[in-house]
């Protein structure tokens, strides 16, 4: 084989390697994709805080639309914010007239009271029932790999650590992200296996650093 043939060739390669890339790449962006809009939601809901920033319901829905776009920090700063100043009584009593008819959450596919239901019940403590309606969550809106990820983050609070693992695999199955690795590690890390614990903190170290930096409220009894 000649110097050009050869030097063509691996030209070829390189190009078909590099298109693969390209397409893998933007696959695994799209595949992220919910079905709700959140980072428009994001943008109204910011114009309303503008004008009414202590607003229960509005820091809420924000904390909710951050959760589902994968920005983890901006979600626990807000709870951390109204959630310092804020009862977890009050907070109820605000957010549950939106989900006064929720009776049973598998009749409905709105998928932002959807979560405004899974997430009370994270702070709420319900950590199962908010289980049940983040699976029911990834269910009808398959692409949110965030779904999974707050469900594996519930599980770990009730020591489900194996189905925890298996939840941050399939978010991470869809599209790498740091919060999967952090679940990961905390749940290697309860269950005794600190090496495995150890490697997965260092696959979310941006995200743990942001967490760690700060400690955060919890919403007064």
Do not use: C
């Amino acid at each position: 084989m000649s110097k050009e043939v050869e030097l063509f060739l691996k030209k070829k390669v390189l190009i078909i390697l590099i298109i693969v890339f390209i397409v893998t790449a933007f696959s695994i962006n799209t595949a992220a994709d919910s079905k709700f809009p959140w980072e428009e939601l994001i943008n109204t809901t910011q114009k309303q805080l503008n004008q009414n920033k202590n607003d229960i319901v509005l820091n809420y829905t924000m904390a909710v639309a951050y959760a589902n776009t994968g920005e983890i920090k901006k979600a626990y700063d807000i709870i951390d914010v109204f959630g310092s100043s804020v009862s977890r009584k009050d907070f109820n009593a605000a957010v549950s007239p939106y989900l006064a008819e929720w009776e049973n959450y598998k009749s409905y596919d709105d998928l932002l009271l959807l979560n405004y239901a899974a997430f009370r019940e994270v702070i709420n403590k319900n950590y199962r029932e908010a289980v049940s309606l983040f699976e029911y969550i990834f269910e009808i809106d398959p692409n949110n790999l965030w779904a999974l990820n707050h469900a594996a983050a519930a599980l770990v609070e009730f020591e489900e650590y194996e189905k925890a693992l298996n939840y941050a695999d399939q978010a991470l199955s869809i599209q790498e992200n740091e919060y999967s690795h952090l679940i990961k590690g905390y749940a290697y890390y309860e269950n005794g296996n600190y090496f495995r614990a150890a490697l997965e903190a260092a696959s979310a170290r941006n995200l743990f650093r942001a967490l760690a930096s700060e400690e955060y409220q919890d919403f007064a009894e």
